[in-house]
């Protein structure tokens, strides 16, 4: 299995991003994707998953940021909007085991929101 980050890059607060990660190995439409974040001396943390046509949220991102698929691509995508400075993280692609358990990752991709 192997999943591919890309998107990230420095961006202005207010800014916009979009981050894709592109999967391989696995049947990607039967599979729970979600994005988790990682901030310089902080624990990793789940950002926004997506089962099929559901999606969930962590509370510092809703309303600001979407995720998706494109199953025909084996693609999932993180669109984020009026980014904060505090949104600054390695941000990473994973498969939730059974919707739960992160097991596969990407390399992750940096994103920085500053002025």
């Known amino acids: 299995v192997q999943l591919q980050a890309s998107g990230g890059g420095l961006v202005q607060p207010g800014g916009s991003l979009r981050l894709s990660c592109a999967a391989s190995?696995?049947?990607?439409?039967?599979?729970?994707m979600a994005w988790y974040r990682q901030a310089p001396g902080k624990q990793r943390e789940l950002v926004a998953s997506?089962?099929?046509?559901?999606?969930n949220y962590a509370d510092s991102v809703k309303g600001r940021f979407t995720i998706s698929r494109d199953d025909a691509k084996n693609t999932v995508y993180l669109q984020m909007n009026s980014l904060k400075p505090e949104d600054t993280a390695v941000y990473y692609c994973?498969?939730?085991?059974?919707?739960?358990?992160?097991?596969?990752w990407g390399q992750g991709t940096l994103v920085t929101v500053s002025s």
């Open positions: 190995g696995i049947i990607f439409n039967m599979n729970t």
């Open positions: 994973c498969r939730l085991q059974n919707g739960v358990t992160p097991d596969y």
């Open positions: 997506i089962t099929g046509g559901s999606t």
